[in-house]
T-cell receptor, first 116, second 114 residues
């Protein structure tokens, strides 16, 4: 499978605990995105990497959230001191430079977070 | 400020008939539009896209129409099949933005009845 891979698929955690999600983008895709989706809403942009550089962060990304892409390949999204409002699906997506791709980004299966 | 809006939360059609999903946007700088399909507990899957230099793009049973003056796009599915039952998201991006960031609508749940 050469698609975007996310791990874990599901995570249940107690309020106040830290959680970390991992994303492996499509091979050779230099752009990587994190989105969050809650029930009844479309995906909301969180942050964007071009190679290892984090170039944009949404206001949704509070100080408790940190994302990294240390070698320009996989990425991690960490949420510290989780709150119940953090419960959502966290989606990773990637995009390459292939000709004609426009702005098409390809999503992974998502990581469900439930904070209890 | 909801820049991309899907005003119909749900749509139900009979198998074999046409499904029309609508999307409106407010940002005139958007120049690339996409439709994604999402099944429960899965990530969105890219369906079809259209550049603002076109007013129609077709791929098999799926056609997207863009009306720039009305800031409106629609997705037509003909003929509709039960396997098309899913949530459909409209998304848009600004070409001038180097990020390729997409702004999504709230989604429309399509149910195709056998």
């Amino acid at each position: 499978d050469t698609g975007v891979s996310q791990d874990p698929r599901h995570k249940i955690t107690k309020r106040g605990q830290n959680v970390t999600f991992r994303c492996d983008p499509i091979s050779e895709h230099n752009r990587l995105y994190w989105y969050r989706q809650t029930l009844g809403q479309g995906p909301e942009f969180l942050t964007y990497f071009q190679n290892e550089a984090q170039l944009e962060k949404s206001r949704l990304l509070s100080d408790r959230f940190s994302a990294e892409r240390p070698k320009g390949s996989f990425s991690t999204l960490e949420i510290q001191r989780t709150e119940q409002g953090d419960s959502a699906m966290y989606l990773c997506a990637s995009r390459g430079w292939e000709q004609g791709s426009g702005n098409t980004i390809y999503f992974g299966e998502g990581s469900w977070l439930t904070v209890v | 400020d909801q820049q991309v809006k899907q005003n119909s939360p749900s749509l139900s059609v009979q198998e074999g008939r046409i499904s029309i999903l609508n999307c409106d946007y407010t940002n005139s700088m958007f120049d690339y539009f996409l439709w994604y399909k999402k099944y429960p507990a899965e990530g969105p899957t890219f369906l079809i896209s259209i550049s603002s230099i076109k007013d129609k793009n077709e791929d098999g049973r799926f056609t997207v129409f863009l009306n720039k003056s009305a800031k409106h796009l629609s997705l037509h599915i003909v003929p509709s099949q039960p396997g098309d039952s899913a949530v459909y998201f409209c998304a848009a991006s600004e070409g001038s933005s180097n990020t390729g960031k997409l702004i999504f609508g709230q989604g429309t749940t399509l149910q195709v009845k056998p």
